[in-house]
């Protein structure tokens, strides 16, 4: 079911598939590797194999294409819902206290997605 209200988010969002390795902010032992389902200047969402609470600070590594090396990056879980039974979880997380660098090379991401995808359209 889509969603046919009005569009609340601050930033556009890009369906792409990023790989991203992850773990609870404190806890070096829940370190997991995963793929972004979406992502955009404030969060994305994240494809994980456990439920996360609401609030949980996670730690994540990702590789975007305009840069050479991994962005670090804090976020903050708003969501986690299960997909497949107690295997698949949609995780929505919004990025906490970006570093102004990493908040232009998400937006330069975004933006190089959204103008090529536009150009293919055409």
């Known amino acids: 079911m889509n969603y046919a209200g009005p569009e609340r988010r601050k930033?556009?969002?890009?369906?792409?598939n990023f790989i991203v390795s992850y773990?609870?902010?404190?806890?070096?032992d829940t370190a997991d590797l995963s793929q972004t389902k979406n992502i955009s200047q404030g969060g994305m969402l994240l494809t994980t194999n456990r439920h996360f609470n609401s609030g949980t600070f996670i730690k994540m590594f990702i590789r975007v294409p305009l840069v050479q090396n991994k962005l670090m990056l804090i976020g903050k879980v708003t969501d986690s819902k299960e997909v497949v039974k107690g295997l698949i979880y949609e995780t929505r997380i919004s990025f906490y206290n970006l570093e102004e660098e990493m908040e232009k090379v998400l937006k330069e991401t975004v933006e190089?997605?959204?103008?090529?995808?536009?150009?293919k359209k055409i």
Not at 112 to 119: G, Q
């Open 11 to 16: 930033h556009p969002r890009i369906n792409v």
């Open 23 to 28: 773990r609870i902010l404190d806890d070096e």
């Open 112 to 119: 190089a997605f959204l103008k090529s995808r536009s150009r």
